[in-house]
Each structure stands twice: as structure tokens, then as C-alpha cells.
């Protein structure tokens, strides 16, 4: 039995080692080290080509390394009966908790304008505070409820927004398209943690950008594509918008000529939120092999159908 | 009685409007309003002037509307019989702890590096995590133990030191002056919430940075006299000191030509990380003005001799 490891981006050799190292005895190839396609039964994948998991013909499942799976899911090739399990590990939450409150803090008390306004910062003239600053959390997933946890200890009132709503004490929670608008009218800050999925895509458009809060903060942790940016821009520029930062974007690495990296309201940050730590990852990685082979349930399964 | 209300920085009619609306009833007045010094009991005070209070002979008690009491401690014409209150309260602590959580989750996350390292940020080739980047607090008071609580929150370790010592569940202290190279050697960023006495200034010196883990951060939300600023710089440039963020100064506003505004590695912000807000402050000033005339006990009362 044969464990492919295909990542196109990442370190392999680190991955490999720590997976190695938690998974002993297991036989893990990269592609070009494989001569009998047929062994295969496991794929742990970061960005795979379409269609290049085709000639593993009895694979079983395949294991994400990381959280988000859209770009599988657009592989037409891959078969559908094969379970994919994205990504959860306590890194990858720790990073996207501590980016999240690190800006949802600097946006509080305006680190972006502490060059500019110097000695007489807006901050400074009128102070304002944690309990003042409602902050809304799209995606209340393992991630958006770390980060709900984690800004209520800061002082924070937390609203929480996702497809089938959430329960978490002290966060009060909307569900649905039908209440995203009121979601959004009590959200002074607005913190993207969505998958992108056709139900998400744009998301935050010229109409739900108007529904926002006088002077929002957008944070976007989750995916460019939830974001229509000609929208935001130009919110940003009529001052609906106070100020945004962006982890994510339509495309990788942001073009040099895109106008968010000279924005003077708009804080670029190159994908960095969250990014799963191989020496966290592979233990998560060998307790899902070793489940997947007992026949255990693994999680979270990515459903097809949701998209994600 | 006559309650004076001296500041010569602050917005007088905000802070007169809200210490009214807490203690109604009080003859609360400024300098030129009082006609008979003889009646002024209580003072309550900003920024003075050298003598100023020497006007009026009855004074019972000064109240401080700032945390910080150095300025009347320098003042030789303050009769050294009268007691000084510091100001403690709410928004003061919750700024400060806001300023300091995110001022170490950015140099956690190498904020400061976003705009020129761009895609290539080294957060993301070699992520960091709050367990693996120690917080030391220099001063223990009630601003450095509601930071150390809220950076436990975040996943940081911390250290506290203090001249006497202190004891916080999950707080690893240390106390007074010999004690202070072990603290500085296992805290990756240092925080200074020291007050300004003879015994703190330029406690950062060149030999006690000599003396910090390499790479490490200093945050300064204390005093601007706790640093050599000279030793700084030089730390700096020899990489001893990753970054440093400061919020005050020996002289502010910090001039225009000073090396701090253009160094890459210094973050300035114009003393804003605590400022009172006059709604939180003026209850408090109203029960211990209630708790003077009852002949009860107030606090924190500064120690002369100790200088805080």
C-alpha cells in the first residue's frame, strides 16, 4: 500500500519528514517515485494539476493539507466516489486567531494612520474602544469560531454569520442569506472566513457594501473571490468603507499594478493568515490514515455538493 | 468647598461636563474661576504647572486625571504633606491592554514587514506562533497584569518583572534588580509599563540590551526616560533588536528629525496606547472625592520616596 504526496508549492521534503516521522513504517512517494500506480490507495495533496490524480486508479480517499479544497473540487477528473478531508490542525487555527485579532485590533485603534496623522492621530483625539466595536464574523467554522472566542476575551461584541447559522455563547448568531443584510448593519468590523463556493462568490458586492456600517472595517482571511473588488474599492473611496485588509485575492501572488497595493486605506497581506505547520499538519495527517484504515469516520469530510 | 479642575492639555469642558454628571452637587471650577483660594479642598489634575497649586493653601488631596504623576512628583512647591491619588480606571486599563495585544501580535506576524517583502513575507516562509514568543512585562501594576492575562488568553508564555514581585496564575515572575538579566534573556518581546523614577530610568541601557534574546521586540507604552534611546538605535542596527514599537518619549511630541520616524525596525504611535477617558475616569474621581470626605481610604496613593 502506496501514500502519495503531491504538492506543487509546498516544501516536500519537510512534509514528508514529519509525516514520516508520525506515520513510521508508511510508504510515502511522490509521483515521479512511483511505478505501480495501481498501490496507491491515499493522496495527500496541496495544489495537485487537473487531472493528475487520474492514474492512481485505486485511491480511497484523499487528504487535504490544506483548509481550503476548491481548487480539487474543480478538477472534473477526479472521481467522485473518493472522500476528500480538508485540513483542520491546531496551527492553522492558532495563525488565523492571532491574524484576526491582530488586525481586527490594529483597525480598532488605527495603526494604518499612525504615519500620516502623527502627533494628532484620530486615535488620540477620540479614543475608542473594544466594547464600541462589533465585530462580524462570516464563517463559523472551526476557524470563525476560534476567532469568535478569541475577540469576545479582547472585549469584543461578536455577531456570527454563516449558511446554517451557529450557537456560541456570547456570539449572537444570524443565519442565511435572508439575514446577511442584518448581519451586516450591526458589524462595525466584518471578518471573511468563508470557502469559496458559487453560494459565496462575491458575497460582498455593491449591494451588501452598501448595507455596511458607516466607516466598516472588511477583513478578508478567506478567499478573494468573496469579495467583488470594484465594489470595495469604490466603497472604500466613498468612505462607506474605512479601511480593509486583505489576505486573499482572485489572483496570486496580487499583480504589482493592482490598485489595493497603493490604496492608502488598504492593508495588503501576501496569503499569510493561516498556513498550516507541517510539524502540527502531520500528525492530523497520520490519525486520518490510521482511521481511514480501521474504517473510522475522519473529518471533516468535504461535501461535494456544499463546496466545501 | 471648592473643587479645583486644573488641565492645561485636556478638553476641559468634556472632562468638567462628565465629573459633574458623576458628582452632582460639587462647586467644581477652574483656576480663574475662583475667587476664594482658602476654599478649595480638592484638586483635581491634568498637566501643571510648576507652583501653580501652591495658590491654595487648604488643599486636602490632588486627584490625577493620568496614570502617569512624575510632572507633580518634580513639582518642589506641592506641600509633600498632601496626598496624590493616581489615576486607575477602566478605559485606561482596557487601551492599554488593547495597545499591547496588538502591537505584539504584529511583531509576532512581522506586520511591519508586509509592504516590502510582499509575496515573499518571511511570516510566511518560516510561520511564528504565540507559544514559541515569550511576552516579558516590565511593571506589574494593574496595567501589566491585565496585559499578561490577555496575552495568556492569546497563547503567548509571559514573564513579569517588577521591583517587589508579583503573583499571577500562569505568570512566570521575576522581582527586582538582580533578577532582571534572567528575565530579559527568556522574554522575546519585552514590554515596558514601568513608571518614570530614578530607578527605572534607562533601565534599556547598552548593557541591558546586551543582554536580550537575539531578535528580540521592545514595545514601550511606559515612559519615554526607561530607554537610552542611543543604545537603542544601535541595538537595532545591529539586529539585537528585531523591532521596536514606541509610544513615548523623553520629549513629545517626538521632533520631526528624530531618527525614530525613519527607521525601518521603529514603529512610532503618539502617545495614545492608554489614554483616560473622561466617562470611565470621572465616576472614579466622584468615589474617591465620596470616599476623601467620608475619611476612607483611597487608591492607588503614590509613595513619594518610591516615586509612583
Redesign the interface.
Known sequence: MTILFVSNDEAADVWMREIRAAASGIDLRQPAEIDEPESVVYAIVGRTRPGELRAYPNLRAILSMWAGVEHLLADETLPSHVPIVRMVEP?LT??M???V??HV??S??R?DR?ET?????P??MA?R???DFPVGIMGMGVLGSACAK?LL???FPVNGWSRTGASIEGVTCFAGRDRLAAFLSVSRAVVLLLPNTPETRNILDRETFAGLATGAVVINAGRGELIDDDALLDALDAGRVERAVLDVFRT???PDDHPYWSHPSV??????AS?T?PRTAAPVLAENLARLERGEPVWPLVDRERGY
Open positions: 496551527s492558532r495563525g486567531v492571532e491574524y485579532c491582530c485590533l490594529g480598532l485603534l495603526v499612525y496623522d502623527r502627533w494628532d492621530h486615535q488620540r479614543p474602544f473594544a466594547p478569541a476575551e479582547l472585549g496570486e501572488p496580487l492593508t495588503v497581506t501576501p496569503h499569510l498556513i505547520d
